[in-house]
């Protein structure tokens, strides 16, 4: 009868060890798909925003940096109570990306992907030829589970047309 109570017993361990192992599996799966699920929405957001750019007229960005009639649209730079910086940064530290007065946001069953778009001020005034950083922010399953995308976007305006190029993508978080 001893015997058979210290079997039982370490059954009954093992089978606890096993069952804490499949626990922490499936958080490990989980966590896993919802990160997958937030690059995705990024990668999306990305796209939206580069279509976005789809301009035959360049829209213009006012000269105090605040918002214009184009959600979601910035200078390279935004005036803050911290200083000069760019808008991206602002919108993540103050965790702006849900907020439809600062960005371009999609809910999908109540998940959420957004982007913005900064006019980069790297060739002369009234040049044919034109850079933009999209950002994009993804979310997964869970809130605290999100992917940051950037993109630089070239963009040349020709007799014939405007001919639009990716110069880089970066993942920053």
């Not at 371009?104 to 790297?122: D, N």
């Amino acid at each position: 009868m001893l015997l058979t109570l210290v079997i039982v017993s370490i059954l009954a361990t093992v089978s606890i060890i096993g069952m804490q192992s499949t626990i922490q599996n499936t958080r490990l799966v989980q966590s896993y798909h919802s990160y997958d699920l937030a690059v995705q929405r990024a990668e999306t957001a990305i796209v939206l925003g580069e279509k976005a750019l789809n301009i035959e007229d360049f829209f213009t960005v006012n000269v105090q940096s605040k918002l214009i009639e184009n959600k979601g649209m910035y200078a390279q730079s935004v005036v803050t109570n911290s200083g000069l910086e760019t808008a991206w940064r602002f919108i993540d530290q103050q965790n702006l990306w849900a907020d439809s007065n600062y960005a371009v946001v999609q809910r999908i069953a109540g998940y959420i992907s957004s982007y913005i778009i900064e006019e980069l001020r790297m060739t002369e005034p009234l040049s044919e030829v034109l850079y933009f950083r999209v950002t994009a922010n993804g979310q997964g399953f869970e809130k605290n589970t999100t992917v940051i995308l950037q993109t630089i976007v070239r963009i040349e305006k020709f007799p014939t047309g405007i001919e639009k190029n990716r110069v880089s993508w970066l993942k920053i978080q």
